[in-house]
C-alpha cells in the first residue's frame, strides 16, 4: 500500500452473543470487526484501523441519546487472517481479516 493511501475494502463491525450488564445497565459487550479486501494489505490495513477508530471512541467516551462507550478490552489481539480449511477452500478472490474485543457501554444519563 503507497503512503497516505486509504484502504480499500468493506468493514463490518457487530455484537456477538454474550457479555454482561449489571442492575444500573452497564454492560460488557463483545464485538467482532471483520474488514474484507481485494488484498492481503488492505484487508489487514482496513482492520487495524477499524480497531483503532474503536479504541479511540472508547478512549473519547463516545456518547449518543442511548449511552456511552467506557472501557475497551482486546479479545483477540490484533486482527488475523481468515482463511479456507484447505488451498481449494480459499482460492483467494478476497481476503478476510477478523478481530474481536469488549467495551464497556454505559446508559445515558
Known amino acids: ?30 464485538l467482532d470487526i471483520q474488514a474484507v479486501a481485494a488484498t492481503r494489505r488492505d ?11 474503536l479504541v479511540h471512541a472508547c478512549r473519547a467516551r463516545f456518547a449518543n441519546t442511548e449511552g456511552y462507550l467506557g472501557a475497551f478490552r482486546d479479545v483477540s489481539g490484533l486482527p488475523t487472517e481468515l482463511r479456507g480449511a484447505g488451498p481449494a477452500d480459499d482460492p483467494h478472490t478476497f481476503f478476510r481479516f477478523q ?5 464497556v457501554v454505559r446508559p445515558a444519563k
Open 99 to 103: 478481530g474481536t474485543y469488549q467495551c
Open 43 to 53: 484487508a489487514s490495513a482496513l482492520a487495524r484501523s477499524a480497531r483503532q477508530a
Open 1 to 30: 500500500m503507497q503512503r497516505g493511501r486509504k484502504p480499500q475494502g468493506s468493514g463490518f463491525l457487530h455484537q456477538v452473543p454474550g457479555g454482561s450488564s449489571d442492575y444500573r445497565g452497564v454492560a460488557l459487550v463483545t
